[in-house]
């Protein structure tokens, strides 16, 4: 069965520093992976996905991830971390024979200090 | 463009009540779905569906009925409001099935 842990349930960063949220991943074949934002109060937003080809995906609000097989993660990175990055975040996987359901993480809070 | 649209925004019912989670998007998806978030547990799928006059059960169906008889609409029915219902619920759309979603603001209920 698929399942999705995220091992940092809130982070600290202070503003313009650099930012890792980890994801790991369990499943038999390679994932299509998700990482959300969500907002205080809003509902999510997909950030970036990664499907298949280069492992390193770009998103929006300057963020990326990196896609390491040998690692079943699915890490989201940001350099430098601006005050309105503060939210909650979600990575998320899908099965390429089941496009119906995708299973999420239990999601990491991220703080930032000015 | 107003994307999902989720009423009520906040709810409180008593034990027993029932209601409707209006769900409504304008962006001519096929498939929908509903979410209830819990602190710790991230979002857990209670209904989806691929198209009008198509549903399944998510992870967590008991308790809640759906319908789907427009493309634009995925209203959720609490049949018998209970305590463990309590909790924010997100409808979501998609072109390509629960991949890459569109989200609601989402609907906090509570039930005492």
């Known amino acids: 069965a698929q399942s999705v842990t995220q091992p940092d349930i809130h982070i600290t960063v202070s503003e313009g520093a650099s930012l890792e949220l980890r994801c790991n991943y369990s499943y038999g074949a390679t994932p299509y992976l998700f990482w959300y934002v969500q907002s205080p109060g809003q509902g999510l937003q997909l950030l970036l996905k990664y499907f298949s080809g280069d492992t390193l995906v770009q998103g929006i609000k300057g963020f990326e991830a990196e896609f390491k097989r040998s690692q079943s993660s699915f890490n989201l990175r940001k350099p430098s971390v601006h005050w309105s990055d503060a939210a909650e975040y979600f990575c998320?996987?899908?099965?390429?024979?089941?496009?119906?359901?995708?299973?999420f993480g239990p999601g990491t809070s991220l703080s930032v200090i000015p | 463009n107003a994307g999902v649209t989720q009423t009520p925004k906040f709810q409180v019912l008593k034990t027993g009540q029932s209601m409707t989670l209006q769900c409504a998007q304008d962006m001519n998806h096929e498939y929908m779905s509903w979410y209830r978030q819990d602190p710790g547990m991230g979002l857990r799928l209670i209904h989806y569906s691929v198209g009008a006059g198509i549903t399944d059960q998510g992870e967590v169906p008991n308790g809640y009925n759906v319908s789907r008889s427009t493309t634009e609409d995925f209203p959720l029915r609490l049949l018998s409001a209970a305590p463990s219902q309590t909790s924010v619920y997100f409808c979501?759309?998609?072109?390509?099935?629960?991949?890459?979603?569109?989200f609601g603001q989402g609907t906090r209920l509570t039930v005492v």
């Open positions: 979501a759309s998609s072109a390509s099935g629960a991949f890459e979603a569109f």
């Open positions: 998320a996987v899908g099965a390429r024979t089941s496009y119906d359901k995708v299973i």
